[in-house]
């Protein structure tokens, strides 16, 4: 599944953050807020294992296995391939990233396991990693798919050569590629990277989206906050909606637990943006009016 259709949501919600909100470690209070979600029509949940050094999959495991009805609901993301130096088993206690086919098994076993799902619908390689095989990955993503264990496989962070080396060397499609884009951190509309992410079929998941709130303290701010006054919707769902108004249909990875920011976001970020609007915000980000 890719392509402008790949995710029939606003957004994904982020679970980044869940293991900071003890509200919701209780397994009957985090199935509620998990149902709620879904009866708002938002089921892609995106993980990471190193979210709360695997604290965030857990807790969510432990909602599902509390409420087993919703394992069939919801639709997961995790990434996998940062070494933290707290799990660097070696004397060196370094970060880095690990591609290997040894880890990526049982990275994606142990996601399964703490998840509580029969299927990752999404596994992607959290960052790039230089001492990657790409045959030995990608054959690793091809088994995993073929196994039933998750759905597709894509990246995060990679460079347009960096997936397409990885994509020639498996059989299956690389379905999507989560990267940072926002009013903050335009770049990626400018050096040829969001087009080429587009022109191999990859899908558009965006992390940051709102630069960790920079998008609505910066440069921008004044016009946002008429332009969201005009339109009656909130800043940060009017930011939402300048994404996406791009080709692709980009869809936006928000990380806010609160269910009222949601339940306004949800339909703030369907805002359909004028041109001249779109582009207004952009000079106001960047400060410079394009060529």
Known sequence: MSGPDAFPVPFLLGMMRLHEEPAL?????????????LDQGLDWFDHADIYGDRQGEALFGAALGARPSLAGRVKVVTKASIIT??????????????????????????SLARLGVERLDHFLLHRPDPLMDAEATGRVLDDAIAAGKIGAAGVSNYLPEQWRRLQG????????HQLQLSLDHPAPLFDGSFDALLADGLAPMIWSP????????????PLLLRLADEHGVTP????????????GRPVPVVGSLKAERLEALVTDAGLALERPSWYALLEAARGHEVA
């Open 236 to 247: 940060a769902g009017l930011a939402l909606a300048w994404l996406r108004a791009l080709p």
């Open 169 to 176: 060397a498996m059989h299956q499609h690389l379905v999507a």
């Open 25 to 37: 470690h209780d397994p009957a209070r985090l199935a509620d807020w998990i149902e709620a979600r």
């Open 85 to 110: 130096p707290e799990r660097d088993a070696s004397p060196l206690r370094v970060k880095h990233y690990d591609s290997s086919p040894g880890y990526l098994e049982q990275a994606i076993d142990a």
């Open 210 to 221: 709102l630069g960790g709130g920079r998008v609505l303290q910066g440069p921008a701010r």
